[in-house]
């Protein structure tokens, strides 16, 4: 067992008798190939309940000021995670999503950027479409949930993929395919209601 593999048993084996994860829609979710998962944003454990919930090791940008805690900086890598400086144009940010996506492997994001301070669904950054469209990978649309409250079911359901090629062929821009994304995002919200 790797690294990554030991994190997310012990990950979910701390996390599940709090949350009581109700997963759904892991038939959608591609065996094989590039995917990108977008999801909703509402709390700082959202990256760690998708890389658990989710069947296939999951890669995530974090905040490069956690690469500069001494703890962290050996550790994050070995769990799929990677710097990008905030607030810039991170060129090697995005040569590493790109490749990740390229590769065959899954990239997660948080369209929105920033948690909701409400739980409602915010606009997406056109960020989300283009990995979509430059990473030759589909989309999994993810929706959690919430809220997080200690023993009540917390559901993280997956979408049926969003088929990209469609998209490349005709030359969408980045925009409209995050407003796509972003649509099937509160679609899942609005059919999984708590």
Not at 1 to 12: G, P, R, T
Not at 13 to 36: C, Q, S, W
Not at 101 to 128: C, Q, Y
Request: aromatic share 8%; hydrophobic share 40%; with cysteine.
């Amino acid at each position: 067992m790797n690294l990554y593999q030991f994190a997310k048993s012990l990950v979910w084996t701390a996390l599940n008798p709090v949350y009581r994860f109700d997963i759904k829609g892991l038939e959608h979710f591609p065996k094989t190939g590039g995917i990108l998962i977008c999801a909703n944003h509402i709390d700082a454990l959202d990256p760690p309940v998708v890389g658990i919930t989710a069947p296939r090791p999951v890669h995530f940008m974090a905040k490069e000021e956690l690469f500069n805690a001494p703890v962290l900086k050996p550790l994050l890598p070995k769990l799929n995670a990677f710097p990008v400086k905030r607030g810039l144009s991170d060129r090697e940010a995005l040569r590493r999503a790109l490749a990740i996506l390229k590769g065959g492997d899954v990239m997660g994001i948080f369209p929105e950027g920033t948690r909701s301070k409400n739980g409602e669904l915010g606009k997406g950054f056109s960020g989300a479409g283009f990995f979509a469209l430059k990473g030759e990978a589909d989309v999994v649309p993810c929706a959690i949930v919430g809220p997080y409250k200690p023993f009540k079911r917390l559901k993280v359901v997956y979408g049926e993929p969003i088929i990209m090629q469609p998209y490349r062929d005709r030359k969408a821009s980045a925009d409209e395919v995050t407003s796509v994304i972003m649509e099937r995002i509160q679609q899942l919200l609005d059919n999984n209601k708590a």
